[in-house]
């Protein structure tokens, strides 16, 4: 289990947990892991307190952060206000979400409040709130670095490279691994279609191998994501090539987890 990967960023188990809770991201660090802190929901001051906060419990041990910055999204570059950025939101999204909710018994209510409360979302994945988040991300002493959806900017990996931590990036299917491996990022994070979050439609028991097999060669390693919350799934993992597992769901279920019983 010691691995290759292991011994770059520090870490005893190849076992990376994805969270959006420090107190995971810590427990599983000290643990000998590696916590990666979601932080696409945080502001850059949030990020900071929280960041801080993992650092003094970690002493020194190796976390990652997990970002999410697209290369393009609906209206990118345009100075918005927060009520022109809500109307853009369709109101087939909108019925779709109340619909959803009352279909498991839950009374929608006005969500307005709930959307603009996510804002914060959108001014993260601007170019100036991605700097911004990057600044703070890269002023602690992290290990890794990940960007959640598409190419990461060129400014994440050259402050990677420079600073010597490593960027990973999720992908869905083996040619957006070989666009990764092609940009230069160090870990490519395979997630199937059994991943709780934002994946393609290909399952991991078929992606791993086949991303393994698409960036062979390359010296970039392939980290296994989706459905995996056993040691059993995990070692299959690895069986297929995989240097290790990333895990998100799992977590939602232990006590240190922030999720409401």
């Not at 979601?38 to 002493?59: F, N, R, T, Y």
């Not at 853009?88 to 929608?108: C, I, N, T, W, Y």
């Not at 960027?167 to 040619?175: E, H, K, Y």
């Not at 989706?226 to 040691?231: D, E, L």
Request: negative net charge; glycine residues 12%.
């Amino acid at each position: 289990m010691n691995s290759d990967l292991c011994k770059r960023l520090g870490i005893e188990f190849p076992l990376f947990a994805f969270s959006h809770c420090r107190d995971v991201v810590a427990a599983v660090t000290n643990a000998g892991g590696m916590g990666v802190f979601g932080a696409a929901m945080m502001s850059p001051e949030e990020l900071e307190e929280e960041l801080s906060w993992i650092d003094a419990q970690v002493k020194g041990k190796p976390y990652g952060v997990d970002l999410i910055v697209p290369n393009k999204f609906e209206a990118k570059g345009e100075d918005l206000s927060d009520a022109e950025i809500l109307a853009m939101v369709p109101e087939g999204h909108k019925d779709f979400a109340s619909a959803l909710l009352q279909q498991h018994g839950l009374e929608p209510g006005d969500l307005e409040p709930a959307r603009a409360d996510r804002l914060v979302f959108r001014k993260n994945i601007s170019a100036e709130g991605a700097r911004r988040s990057l600044d703070v991300a890269f002023s602690h002493p992290i290990a890794l670095i990940a960007n959640a959806l598409g190419l990461p900017p060129q400014d994440m990996l050259e402050r990677g490279k420079a600073q010597g931590v490593a960027v990973g990036a999720l992908v869905g299917t083996a040619q957006h691994a070989r666009a990764q491996v092609a940009a230069g990022v160090d870990v490519i994070i395979a997630a199937g279609g059994e991943a709780g979050g934002h994946t393609g439609e290909v399952s991991t028991m078929v992606l791993v191998p086949e991303v393994v097999q698409a960036i062979a060669g390359s010296g970039v390693p392939v980290l296994a994501a989706g459905g995996i919350a056993t040691g059993g799934q995990m070692a299959a993992a690895m069986a297929m090539g995989a240097a290790g597992a990333w895990c998100g769901s799992v977590w939602l279920t232990t006590a240190e987890a922030e999720t409401n019983p």
